[in-house]
T-cell receptor
C-alpha cells in the first residue's frame, strides 16, 4: 500500500519562529490534506491541497504532486500551534495518515 | 453548525469485556468513518459507511469488532471481547460526499479514549 512519511518527527520552537514540515508519499494520490491534532486530541482540517499552493493566515501549504511531496509552512509560530501535524493522502476513497510531526512551541 | 459528537469520552475496561462507542455525524453528511489511533501513530481507518451501507471494512478485525449505522445517521462501534492491544483513541469522522477527489473534507469528533487493563 501507499506509504506516507513525515519529517521531522519532532520539532521544538520558540514563539515567533518559522518552520517547514514535509510529507512524502510513495504513489500518486487523488487528494492530500493537512490536519492539526491539538493537545486534547481534536483533529482539525487545515488544508485540502492535492496540488498547488494555499494560504490561510500564518499557515500555507504547497503540494508538488508530480514529485510526491507536500510542505506545510508555519510562520510566526504561537504556543497554540503546539500539537501533532498530520498529512493524509487519499487513495481509492481512503485517507492514509502519515506518521505525524510533533510540534512544541515555547513562549 | 454542530460538529461530530462522540460518547463516551473515556472508557476503562478489563480484557475480555465488551464496549460500545457512539457517534452522531454532522447533519446531512452521507459518509461516516471510524478510525483507531494508537498512541504515537496516525489514525487508521477501521470502517467507512456511505449512508447505511459499508464501503470499506478491510481493516476492521471482524472477529471482535463490529459496527453499524442504522438509518444512515448515528453509528455504533463495538468491541467484544476486548484485548490489551485495543487500547487506543477511537475517532469518528463524517464528510458530505465521501468520494475520491471530490474536494470533500472529513470532520472529526473528539474521540473516545479506551484503556483495556
Amino acid at each position: 500500500g501507499i506509504q506516507v512519511e513525515q519529517s521531522p518527527p519532532d520539532l521544538i520552537l520558540q514563539e515567533g519562529a518559522n518552520s517547514t514540515l514535509r510529507c512524502n508519499f510513495s504513489d500518486s494520490v487523488n487528494n492530500l490534506q493537512w490536519f492539526h491534532q491539538n493537545p486534547w486530541g481534536q483533529l482539525i482540517n487545515l488544508f485540502y491541497i492535492p496540488s498547488g499552493t494555499k494560504q490561510n493566515g500564518r499557515l500555507s501549504a504547497t503540494t508538488v504532486a508530480t514529485e510526491r511531496y507536500s510542505l506545510l509552512y508555519i510562520s510566526s509560530s504561537k504556543t497554540t500551534d503546539s500539537g501533532v501535524y498530520f498529512c493524509a493522502v487519499e487513495n481509492t476513497d481512503k485517507l492514509i495518515f502519515g506518521t505525524g510531526t510533533r510540534l512544541q512551541v515555547f513562549p | 453548525e454542530a460538529g461530530v459528537a462522540q460518547s463516551p469520552r473515556y472508557k476503562i475496561i478489563e480484557k475480555r469485556q465488551s464496549v460500545a462507542f457512539w457517534c452522531n455525524p454532522i447533519s446531512g453528511h452521507a459518509t461516516l468513518y471510524w478510525y483507531q489511533q494508537i498512541l504515537g501513530q496516525g489514525p487508521k481507518l477501521l470502517i467507512q459507511f456511505q449512508n447505511n451501507g459499508v464501503v470499506d471494512d478491510s481493516q476492521l478485525p471482524k472477529d471482535r469488532f463490529s459496527a453499524e449505522r442504522l438509518k444512515g445517521v448515528d453509528s455504533t462501534l463495538k468491541i467484544q471481547p476486548a484485548k490489551l492491544e485495543d487500547s487506543a483513541v477511537y475517532l469518528c469522522a463524517s464528510s458530505l460526499i465521501g468520494l475520491a477527489g471530490a474536494g470533500d473534507t472529513q470532520y472529526f469528533g473528539p474521540g473516545t479514549r479506551l484503556t483495556v487493563l
